[in-house]
């Protein structure tokens, strides 16, 4: 590499590392959102049978509407749900443990708001209890909230428009009654 290249190359190398060292780069200056969401109750559930055996297993999926609060000052609790969650999650491995049986996920949803919608993506897991069993092929099923929520996981985030436009996170999905999640959104671009 000739000398004029290297120490052009050398020297801009030198400013990136300086401006990402004190700060330069934007990242404590970008807007940061967070939230907490309330899962309340099921609206809807459906058992999709890919290999129509009846039974929920690998390639299999379940998907569901979900009534949701985003909490804030009207909004307290479950008792004013204020948007929807829509989640597909297609099941990608069955384990048994302690003898319960947790069905491993590829897990994507959308939380819907009046004011935006934001997406989420991450490995989540089903325990179906007796109630949440599929017994016939594709179609309706009642779902428990708990067999939505059995474990904690997390989540990415993505904006989908209106107030949420621009913003990328993740999300700490916690099992708990009723179940919730922790949202930290940030802006993908200075402010």
């Known amino acids: 590499m000739p000398r004029p290249v290297f120490a052009v190359v050398f020297g801009s190398l030198l400013y990136l590392l300086a401006g990402c060292s004190t700060g330069g780069s934007g990242v404590d200056q970008r807007q940061t959102k967070q939230l907490k969401v309330l899962f309340c109750n099921v609206k809807s559930g459906t058992f999709i049978d890919a290999n129509r055996d009846a039974v929920l297993s690998v390639g299999d999926s379940v998907s569901y509407r979900l009534a949701v609060a985003r909490l804030s000052g009207a909004v307290q609790g479950c008792e004013k749900p204020n948007g929807s969650f829509y989640g597909l999650e297609e099941v990608v491995e069955r384990r048994v443990l302690d003898g319960e049986t947790v069905f491993l996920t590829h897990a994507q949803g959308t939380l819907t708001f009046k004011d935006g919608n934001i997406q989420t993506r991450s490995l989540g897991s089903l325990q179906l209890s007796a ?24 989540a990415t985030l993505i904006g989908q428009g209106g107030a949420f436009s621009g913003y990328v996170g993740s999300a700490d999905f916690v099992s708990d009654t009723p179940p919730y999640a922790l949202l930290k959104l940030h802006s993908q671009f200075g402010s």
């Open 131 to 154: 109630l949440g069993t599929p017994s016939q092929e594709s179609g309706s099923m009642k779902l428990p909230l708990g067999d939505l929520f059995p474990s904690n996981h997390g």
